[in-house]
């Protein structure tokens, strides 16, 4: 089993930026694909929007369309940690973000594209201001 555990949310000015930090610990050996969401506080958004991915063994990142060029995602493996770093933020990408995990086999470019992760953090809330 793998844990995850979300950090860096918080009140953020418009134009500003943050860095998310997923922890992850746990069975990881093989490596997994570990994925960033996002799902705004709107009760019709059903589905968690992927910002971004990467593949904790080879180093292969994947980005979501609606975000490319403004998120980075990296990680530590000696803090077995992978962030994400958002820039030139605006009031709709408040939202829950979360980090979910799934086997690295499965990591490609279309795995921004589904919510069906093998483990889910609990989030990190960030609200943007104007």
């Known amino acids: 089993r793998v844990q995850l555990v979300e950090s860096g949310g918080g009140q953020v000015q418009a134009g500003g930026s943050t860095r998310h930090s997923c922890a992850v610990s746990?069975?990881?050996?093989?490596?997994?694909?570990i994925v960033w969401f996002r799902q705004p506080p709107v009760k019709e958004r059903l589905v968690r929007e992927g910002l971004a991915a990467i593949h904790t063994g080879g180093g292969y990142v994947y980005y979501g369309d609606s975000v490319m060029g403004r998120v980075t995602i990296s990680q530590d493996n000696a803090k077995n940690t992978v962030y994400l770093e958002m820039n030139n933020l605006q009031v709709e990408d408040s939202a829950m973000y979360y980090c979910?995990?799934?086997?690295?086999?499965?990591?490609?470019?279309?795995?921004?594209?589904?919510?069906?992760?093998?483990?889910w953090g609990k989030g990190t809330l960030v609200t943007i201001s104007s």
């Open positions: 979910a995990a799934i086997g690295a086999r499965r990591c490609y470019s279309d795995t921004v594209r589904t919510n069906a992760m093998d483990y």
């Open positions: 746990g069975d990881t050996g093989g490596g997994y694909c």
